[in-house]
């Protein structure tokens, strides 16, 4: 692509975009809403409130798309970055039913709201003197949450949660359409990859659930050093693909990590539930029919 092309493309994505230095996204008229969402255990969480902001200017964001199109042709990204939890997977059940159901023959006895609170806010408090949550497999940090969220140090009870949480047991996928939308996007020539704030236990979810084969790389953040707003995490799994950031587009359901980082790394990025709401929505966004 040239470089007076590429500069419209970001200049054009900076304006209609939201992003760090303008998080509304507005620009004058869009509207903002907010939604609370359940938690998951023993495994990294969204946020716990974010903000949705809503497709809004439409008509703007296809003009983008259109402009997109006519720069790189009818598949106008090269690559789709996806979020894990939240986005690709969620939890099959809530966590503090799983936190006290396991825990109540290790003597867990508070109930399923006390355990939520105290989960939620053990997770928002800074990890020491970490600059990151998940380091290697997160073990240190996930006895640190789930003593602080039961009650309970047990080693055994935190090693039962702990692998409970790298099976299929755990999670579901968010989108049962998603394998079918992946293999199109692949033979049309997009890569694929997974960005996601977690612990080393993500690739052994993504074998658990079968879809491991569909990504052509994880970036994951205890392996990269980095966690998400940080563009540093987008820009591996863009260094993993061979492509340059303008030539991939992310898609994840927190505005923070997945949106505005995403767009500092100089990705574009669609937030999940409100600018899309399924693969099949995105495939068709990136000019791939399904």
């Not at 507005?26 to 409130?49: D, N």
């Not at 936190?99 to 800074?126: D, H």
């Not at 052509?216 to 540093?232: F, G, H, L, R």
């Not at 505005?255 to 937030?271: E, F, H, K, P, S």
């Given at each position: 692509?040239?470089l007076?092309?590429?500069?419209?493309?970001?200049?054009?994505?900076r304006?209609?975009?939201?992003?760090?230095?303008?998080p509304?996204g507005?620009?004058?008229?869009?509207?903002i809403?907010?939604?609370?969402?359940?938690?998951t255990a023993?495994a990294?969480?969204?946020?716990?409130?974010?903000?949705?902001?809503?497709?809004?200017?439409?008509?703007?964001?296809?003009?983008?798309?259109?402009?997109?199109?006519?720069?790189?042709?009818?598949?106008n990204?090269?690559?789709?970055?996806?979020?894990?939890?939240?986005?690709?997977?969620?939890?099959?059940?809530p966590?503090?039913?799983?936190?006290?159901?396991?825990?109540?023959?290790?003597?867990?006895?508070y109930?399923?709201?006390?355990?939520?609170?105290r989960?939620?806010?053990a997770?928002?408090?800074?990890?020491?003197?970490?600059?990151?949550?998940y380091?290697?497999?997160?073990?240190p940090?996930?006895?640190?949450?789930?003593?602080?969220?039961?009650g309970?140090?047990?080693?055994?009870?935190?090693?039962?949660?702990?692998?409970?949480?790298?099976?299929?047991?755990?999670?579901?996928?968010?989108?049962?359409?998603?394998g079918?939308?992946?293999?199109?996007?692949?033979?049309?020539?997009?890569?694929l990859?997974?960005?996601?704030?977690?612990?080393t236990?993500?690739?052994s979810?993504?074998?658990?659930?079968?879809?491991?084969?569909?990504?052509?790389?994880?970036?994951?953040?205890?392996?990269?050093?980095?966690?998400k707003?940080?563009?540093?995490?987008?820009?591996?799994?863009?260094?993993?693909?061979?492509?340059?950031?303008?030539?991939?587009?992310?898609?994840?359901?927190?505005?923070?990590?997945?949106?505005?980082?995403?767009?500092?790394?100089?990705?574009?990025?669609?937030?999940?539930?409100?600018?899309?709401?399924?693969?099949?929505?995105?495939?068709?966004?990136?000019?791939?029919?399904?």
């Amino acid at each position: 692509m040239a470089l007076n092309a590429f500069s419209k493309s970001r200049s054009l994505s900076r304006a209609l975009k939201p992003g760090r230095f303008n998080p509304s996204g507005r620009s004058g008229v869009r509207a903002i809403g907010s939604c609370l969402e359940h938690s998951t255990a023993a495994a990294p969480v969204p946020e716990a409130i974010r903000v949705n902001g809503g497709l809004g200017l439409w008509g703007v964001d296809k003009e983008y798309q259109e402009y997109r199109k006519s720069v790189y042709g009818d598949v106008n990204y090269r690559a789709l970055l996806v979020d894990a939890v939240g986005t690709l997977v969620v939890p099959s059940q809530p966590m503090a039913q799983i936190y006290r159901q396991i825990g109540e023959k290790y003597g867990v006895n508070y109930s399923e709201n006390e355990i939520l609170n105290r989960y939620r806010r053990a997770y928002e408090q800074p990890w020491g003197k970490s600059r990151l949550r998940y380091v290697d497999d997160g073990r240190p940090f996930w006895q640190h949450i789930v003593s602080s969220s039961t009650g309970c140090s047990d080693s055994q009870y935190f090693e039962e949660l702990y692998n409970y949480y790298a099976t299929d047991k755990a999670w579901h996928l968010c989108d049962p359409d998603a394998g079918e939308v992946f293999k199109a996007l692949r033979n049309a020539g997009v890569k694929l990859a997974v960005v996601s704030n977690f612990d080393t236990r993500l690739r052994s979810v993504l074998r658990a659930l079968d879809c491991d084969h569909w990504f052509d790389a994880v970036a994951v953040s205890a392996e990269v050093a980095a966690e998400k707003p940080n563009p540093t995490i987008f820009l591996k799994a863009c260094d993993f693909l061979g492509v340059n950031p303008e030539d991939a587009v992310h898609v994840g359901d927190d505005r923070r990590n997945d949106i505005w980082g995403a767009r500092d790394a100089g990705c574009d990025a669609w937030l999940w539930g409100s600018d899309v709401s399924s693969f099949k929505e995105v495939a068709q966004r990136i000019g791939v029919k399904i």
